[in-house]
């Protein structure tokens, strides 16, 4: 290997490189062979990254460039993001120069796959000149090209696959009639053992105007299939439904939050405009069982597009009062309810900068101690003692009723719920 990155300068072993590589775009290859060229040709660490620089190929048989990178990426991850985003916003190849003797440098070229930047082919290693250095970007974006060829043939198997699948789940969970052996089949279908333990995780995008591109989708079912294999992931157009095995109901739950929420993040950050709504059902055993969970995922979705204030992963679990109060589809009868509750505290925390909304759900959350409300507001017990008593003046309540008590803890959680602040509601 030594060899042939001491000759890579030479302009004929750079095109005799960049011909082996277009040759493997007419073969059966995978995306392990275009980065493993790439590394043992010109001597150094290859791989391709998606967005969040997480490996999806790489060579080998570069390990000391590899663990270098990996230096590279943790000493400053911010610094390879951003050579990431600006590859993928000119849509050509970029570097990163070594920083220091012993550092490497970082060549990022994007995948294109139409219009998209899908995965990102990254080379790092050391560069004996100028000219070293030109003659890699240049193997860099010509490999990248490659595995465009290799993706987008995958992509179009993928779309006729994903037709199928979709056809096949809304089978599975729209008709509610189906025989239980039928339920069984279909689910066979799909990959999907009938008798497992299972949670559905539906992640819903809405952008202003119209549906959101389907690259955005395809971005988060790419997330989900990428860091949940084991899951049954259909793309619906307008959502992602993930399917996820396991028998450990509180450690899956904590694993699709987070990966609904880097769904999130991803979708932010290449997508302004797209919001993403996730809400998670409850584990279910058995195929009969899926149409179920599905469906208590997507009551979770819309009681988080009723309510933005809520958590940016709604759990059908932990909806409480929410799940009766999404049957409300009209935001104003909410709003109007927790007006004539609890309007006058609001206008007086409003014009006055006052916290007593807050005050109050924390005190209500806290299960009425003011001690554990005062712990959370980062105040004095007696503070919260005082401020609940004001409270209940302003709105002309007696909390030491059942019937106030009761209204004022509802219209606070629709409060809350709709707008993400108790003083933001008009």
Not at 24 to 45: I, N, P
């Amino acid at each position: 290997m030594a060899a042939a990155h001491e000759d890579f300068t030479d302009l004929r072993q750079v095109m005799a490189l960049c011909g082996e590589l277009s040759s493997l775009a007419t073969t059966d290859c995978d995306l392990e062979r275009v980065v493993s060229v790439v590394a043992e040709r010109a001597g150094v660490w290859a791989g391709v990254v998606d967005e969040t620089l997480a490996v999806l190929a790489e060579c080998a048989t570069a390990r000391g460039a590899g663990a270098r990178l990996e230096k590279v990426l943790e000493s400053d991850p911010e610094a390879v993001s951003q050579l990431v985003a600006a590859a993928a916003r000119m849509r050509r190849a970029l570097s990163l120069p070594a920083a220091g003797a012993s550092a490497v440098s970082v060549v990022v070229a994007p995948v294109l796959v139409g219009d998209d930047s899908v995965a990102y082919l990254v080379t790092a290693g050391h560069d004996a000149d100028e000219t070293g250095e030109d003659a890699r970007i240049m193997v860099t974006e010509h490999a990248a090209m490659v595995c465009a060829v290799i993706l987008g043939r995958r992509r179009v198997v993928a779309v006729a696959a994903g037709r199928a699948r979709r056809e096949l789940f809304d089978g599975l969970v729209l008709v509610g009639d189906r025989a239980e052996g039928d339920t069984e089949a279909w689910a066979r279908h799909l990959g999907i053992d009938p008798e497992q333990r299972h949670r559905v995780l539906v992640v819903a995008l809405d952008a202003a105007g119209g549906p959101p591109a389907p690259a955005a989708c395809d971005a988060v079912e790419h997330m989900i299939a990428s860091r949940a294999p084991a899951a049954a992931v259909v793309n619906r157009g307008t959502e992602v439904v993930a399917l996820v095995p396991g028998e450990d109901d509180g450690e899956l739950a904590r694993q699709l939050t987070a990966l609904a929420r880097m769904c999130h993040d991803v979708v932010a950050g290449r997508f302004p405009g797209v919001r993403v709504i996730a809400g998670l059902g409850d584990p279910h055993t058995g195929a009969a069982r899926i149409s179920t969970a599905y469906g208590e995922a997507r009551r979770a979705v819309d009681v988080g597009r009723l309510m933005p204030g809520l958590p940016g992963v709604v759990v059908f679990a932990e909806l409480g009062v929410h799940r009766l109060l999404a049957q409300v589809r009209d935001p104003g009868e909410l709003g109007g309810f927790a007006r004539d509750v609890l309007g006058e505290l609001i206008d007086h925390d409003r014009a006055n900068g006052t916290d007593y909304c807050a005050t109050l759900t924390a005190y209500f959350r806290q299960n009425g101690s003011p001690r554990r409300a005062a712990a959370l507001l980062h105040t004095h017990p007696n503070t919260v003692a005082y401020r609940i008593h004001r409270a209940e003046k302003i709105a002309r309540l007696d909390l030491g009723s059942y019937a106030d008590r009761l209204a004022a803890q509802v219209a606070l959680e629709i409060v809350n719920g709709l707008g993400g602040n108790a003083c933001a509601m008009s």
